[in-house]
């Protein structure tokens, strides 16, 4: 399927990347070297973090090409498979950041028996590109974490078919996918997810 | 209504819209480019941010001047009426914030019912300009959230125009409006909103 | 009674009390314009912040020099009786620290009935200057608030000879006095409190 | 017993105690000159932060060599003896901090009668050495805070030896000691604990 975005070249999608995690470590979401990102190059590439990276002081040397459709790279992120399968399955996404936020971790722990955490009446959720109103009702996809990789990503392009258009989705007891067509729309994303998890988590635990 | 308060200069203007959105996106109170923010420059103009700029780096050439009585200015925020209204209505009106702080999207949420919040015994409230003894009762009107936002200005006036003297109100589940003479005085008003209404959020959860 | 504290110019008093300003601004411990600070010069002279100051931005003219028990300095903040009486009760001290955090702004409120706030147990509790270990109970009084700031100062005065030593009293519902031999001490203090209060909410609002 | 860590000159053991403190100063997790830091130089002695300094701010003054298994150091923290103990254990521990985190006061206070925390599920716990899947059960030792640190010291080390590998332990109402084999470790498993025991302290508290 060719990719919807702008085709970037390898170095803009390196400083995308960067650009990215940087924003990521100075908001402490990718603790203990956790996280990665990655950007589009075109239908068959993308910049990837490679693997145990410090994201918040991200270096273009960390940052590997990798084959969408390829065999796997040797210095690729054991995470890389959930960012290619993406990237795979959906030619609109161009940007695509895993992070760890407290309340992304608390609320797919508490839900994973759900499968799924509702969003609902939130001004903030129109910052989702396709978002209109507040009265949306946004259902993001939890799925139970593992270790396979490429299992994992496997299950979670099922689950997302099924789910319909959504910006991200949700790993029980570990962090949160999300993604957009630029690197702009996947930042802005990412802030969204922040303050409606975060607001959810307070809500959810005043009851 | 002639303004009561002293005219700017355009540039002084934009100045101090750019001060007040660097002072907010600084504290992450604009999450997701949302937040706006404007001056009055007279009678009849008003300095505001244009729609969808990143409040935190915000430049010059993202801040219009608007028509205070006007028809809509091409790129005004969708929420600019919410502001020009304000101005329109109060003279004494001189600088105007929307934020989306955590607190205020919880409280506003949780007592969109009563359509009122209602502060008490707090030092800081002596931050507001008027108030010069904690033992005041500040009942800080909750509106319902819509998206046609020439309604719910219209909506707020009448609301405010019942509720006398107020530094700002709440929009259900969005966020915060707040005001005051000068830029100065906004900024000051901001900082005793988010203090009152994070020690109000913590008491209530607590009981 | 002779100041116990080393004597300072005037100029290093000022100078500490920008120093105690710009640490407790960045920590955002005074919102809103709202706190003050002092350092003792000798037994008859502190400087002291002036009224309306933003203290995160403290300039040298923005801080005054008071006589401990003379008459009011016009320019003096409505708080500083409460700075002067302690000067003048206790020659220990040599720095002066009022600050509202959050939690001395909750806990205060919560147990102004009770007129004391019980610390016990906490590790920290040894920065303390002469505390020397975590076994100790310190019960830091709470007085009401009241805009009458002589009075105020008269009435916390009884208060701390009743009490004994302790490095501080909370006013319900307003905030936090901290003191020491130095400003180095105050600061210390100050980072004590805060965090020692933060973790009692915490207990609290968990049982 | 000898080191399996690869040996430091002096300078560079100094210059990774004060990487370690001013990354916790950053972090807020050494209030009020609390916590301290220390670097293997070999099997006999350790680079350790002196009594009383600013972790925040310290500086190579503030940091001394100590022998492992020698007399007292005239300048030596404290808490010194509880760093050594570990070196004279471990030789696999190349770097040791000790930090005062909120939730490491919290928890370790409220589970000290079980003398342990489980930590069970979350995916940040593979930041920890040897931890490779989330499917992990970590009993994190608490044992109970007293003065003399000579006889803590040796209380702990029993305490680690029944427990088994762990990268860290609590003592109770006080703080955390965690340790790697490196400086670059020992920073990641202490941001793994802060956000893991966050996590928490947070569910716990929702329940």
Redesign the interface.
């Known amino acids: 399927m060719p990719s919807a975005t702008a085709p970037h070249s390898e170095a803009s999608a390196v400083a995308g990347v960067i650009a990215m995690a940087r924003y990521a470590g100075e908001r402490h979401w990718v603790?203990?070297?956790?996280g990665n990102f990655s950007v589009r190059i075109d239908d068959r590439f993308a910049a990837v973090t490679a693997t145990g990276a410090d994201k918040a002081n991200l270096t273009e040397g960390e940052v590997i090409v990798a084959e969408i459709a390829g065999p796997k790279h040797a210095r690729a992120s054991a995470e890389a498979p959930l960012h290619l399968a993406r990237y795979a399955a959906d030619p609109s996404i161009g940007a695509i950041a895993h992070i760890?936020t407290?309340p992304a971790?608390?609320l797919s722990?508490?839900h994973a028996g759900k499968g799924v955490l509702r969003l609902e009446?939130?001004?903030?959720l129109k910052?989702f590109t396709g978002v209109?109103?507040?009265e949306t009702v946004l259902d993001i996809p939890i799925v139970p974490?593992e270790?396979d990789t490429e299992h994992l990503a496997a299950h979670v392009e099922i689950r997302l078919k099924e789910a319909g258009p959504v910006p991200g989705y949700l790993?029980a007891?570990?962090?949160l996918y999300v993604w957009g067509a630029t690197v702009k729309d996947a930042i802005?994303?990412m802030?969204?997810f922040?303050?409606i998890l975060?607001?959810e988590?307070?809500?959810?635990?005043?009851k």
Chains 1, 2, 3, 4 share one sequence.
């Open positions: 603790p203990a070297t956790s760890h407290l971790t608390l722990r508490r009446g939130w001004e903030l910052a209109t109103t507040h974490n270790q790993i007891g570990h962090g802005r994303h802030e969204a922040d303050f975060t607001a988590l307070s809500e959810e635990n005043a």
